[in-house]
């Protein structure tokens, strides 16, 4: 409301410049046109200086979280922000179809392989693409349930500047924390259970004939994606994108702070 009013006032003060110099120009009284256009200049920058401020204000939303709070209360409240937000995530993706029929997450047919799926859905094999798609979830439904330990290891390392970026960052700062500090791990931990589970699942089974009946199409360029590395990115990507969820949750939403120690650190 504050913004929309500064920009108003900075329209008003433009369109008086304008009837001035016009006024000015007829008359001809030089001074009284340039002590004019001195104050109006100094109202203009007030009036763009405080519209600065205002957009600050706005930026720091979290700025004045945990108020009178010693630094230890601060990290315990983060971490255990984190703790439960990564678990809640990772219990969300781990179950049965928490890839799957959640659009935000849901692996899709490889993008390098686009033009595959859709010749293949063009002749006749839709229920084939969209099992063999079913298959990539499931396997990152599978590794999802290895996340929570990682996320917990890197809770329990938070110092004290990392837990007060966090909290007085953007909405997603601890997403952001977790991801920089946590996606080697997470690749290294999932690779070989997406590629386990990929066998379990029997993907070739689903893939083989998929590919076999696409590179018969003449004319069309081969293709056969990692789909390994594809799933495990796509999972880790996943788990992220969940964790941000629960974050925002847990910082806007009261009844998400579950504890006594989140209602203090994210109390407004």
């Not at 678990?87 to 033009?115: R, V």
């Not at 590179?215 to 994108?241: C, E, H, S, W």
Request: charged share 25%; with cysteine.
């Amino acid at each position: 409301m504050m913004v929309y009013m500064v920009k108003c006032l900075t329209k008003f003060v433009g369109s008086i410049i304008g009837k001035r110099i016009e006024q000015f120009s007829k008359i001809g009284t030089l001074k009284k046109m340039k002590k004019q256009l001195i104050i109006i200049f100094l109202l203009s920058t007030v009036i763009t200086k405080a519209q600065v401020n205002f957009n600050n204000v706005f930026n720091t939303v979290n700025s004045s979280l945990g108020h009178g709070l010693s630094n230890e209360d601060i990290i315990s409240g983060l971490k255990e922000a984190l703790s439960i937000g990564s678990k809640n995530a990772g219990d969300s993706a781990s179950k049965l179809d928490g890839f799957y029929k959640n659009d935000l997450i849901k692996i899709p047919f490889p993008s390098e392989a686009l033009d595959m799926k859709n010749t293949l859905v063009s002749i006749g094999m839709k229920s084939q693409v969209e099992k063999f798609e079913k298959q990539l979830n499931r396997a990152a439904e599978d590794a999802a349930k290895k996340a929570a330990p990682i996320f917990l290891n890197a809770i329990t390392k938070m110092n004290i500047s990392d837990g007060l970026a966090i909290l007085k960052g953007k909405n997603d700062e601890a997403t952001q924390f977790l991801k920089r500090v946590t996606t080697n791990d997470l690749i290294k931990e999932f690779t070989p259970i997406i590629q386990a589970s990929l066998t379990k699942v029997q993907i070739t089974k689903y893939w083989t004939p998929l590919s076999k009946s696409y590179n018969q199409v003449p004319f069309v360029r081969k293709v056969n994606p990692d789909l390994n590395a594809y799933v495990t990115q796509k999972a880790i990507d996943g788990m992220f994108v969940l964790v941000a969820q629960e974050e925002a949750k847990i910082r806007k939403d009261p009844a998400a702070q579950v504890t006594d120690n989140l209602k203090k650190v994210f109390k407004k």
